[in-house]
């Protein structure tokens, strides 16, 4: 079963299954688009509504993460650009107020980035803020210059590289630690054609074309569903963050509190046939994905 990163108590009131401890993160689709359409990603492949999530309903899933004082990760992000939201120093500023022990961080390809726009977003109460560059080690280098700007300006950053992120949850950090972290990502789009269809390139459950479509289940199970909830712009919950189309929705946070999602039958469904390594149900079943050995056992 997939340990759990996450020590924070719950009341008793809201304490989930014993089977299941609460998830450690959470990603929220503030938007529903991307400014890119990268090869590796199914961003841009099919119509997507420029939709922007209300803000209502994001203070109400904030506002659900703080009933269970929640201490984990929060992304105010998935299968978008972040920055092209604009209310989103606001929208971590509320996060920050409410659930002041979460980590909060962000991904960005760095398109709508500048100085500016970064001190809103510490100011704000950001923690972590990862900037990919997919175009070039030129493109690269100037997010890093950006970097060592902020860095060398505010004194309260501390300046990162490379892909593997020790701090991803910012388990035992300090809330108020501040990161930038540099992504050289140029090759990702030359190594997604040299290896289109070969088992070690992820299709985000059939979902990037010219990825290897499954002929079977994977006998594999998966941590996800144990370790991180997935809110689209609607306010549902999804199973997956390679779910772009909607197809496994889990639950309405505006009929359900998340904990009461979290602990439902569909999701137990789920858990259940992935600890048997079944993945034959919906999304699962042309999914690809493998875990490390560290986060599945």
Not at 8 to 17: C, E, I, K, N, R
Request: charged share 25%; aromatic share 10%.
């Amino acid at each position: 079963m997939y340990k759990s990163l996450c020590t924070q108590d719950l009341p008793a009131s809201v304490s989930t299954a014993a089977s299941t401890p609460i998830f450690t993160r959470i990603q929220i689709q503030t938007v529903s688009w991307c400014n890119r359409s990268c090869p590796f990603c199914p961003s841009g492949k099919f119509p997507v509504p420029k939709t922007f999530m209300a803000v209502e309903v994001y203070h109400r899933i904030i506002d659900q993460l703080a009933e269970i004082h929640f201490a984990g990760r929060i992304s105010p992000y998935m299968m978008n650009e972040s920055l092209l939201d604009r209310r989103l120093p606001e929208l971590i500023a509320y996060t920050r107020e409410h659930c002041p022990e979460s980590w909060i961080a962000l991904n960005t390809n760095g398109d709508k980035l500048n100085d500016a726009i970064a001190d809103s977003l510490f100011d704000a109460g950001l923690n972590s803020l990862d900037i990919n560059a997919y175009d070039s080690t030129k493109q690269y280098e100037k997010y890093v210059a950006l970097a060592k700007r902020l860095e060398n300006r505010r004194g309260d950053l501390t300046l990162r590289f490379g892909y593997s992120n020790p701090a991803f949850n910012g388990t035992n950090l300090a809330r108020s630690t501040k990161l930038v972290n540099c992504r050289n990502m140029a090759f990702w789009s030359s190594e997604f054609r040299a290896k289109r269809g070969t088992p070690d390139m992820q299709n985000r459950s059939g979902n990037v074309p010219g990825a290897r479509c499954l002929t079977s289940s994977l006998p594999l199970g998966c941590p996800r569903p144990f370790q991180q909830m997935y809110i689209n712009h609607r306010g549902e919950a999804l199973l997956c963050c390679n779910d772009w189309r909607f197809e496994v929705i889990m639950g309405d946070t505006a009929t359900s509190s998340l904990v009461e999602i979290w602990q439902n039958e569909k999701y137990q469904m789920y858990r259940d046939n992935l600890q048997r390594k079944n993945r034959d149900m919906k999304l699962c079943k042309s999914c690809d994905y493998q875990a490390e050995s560290s986060d599945w056992d």
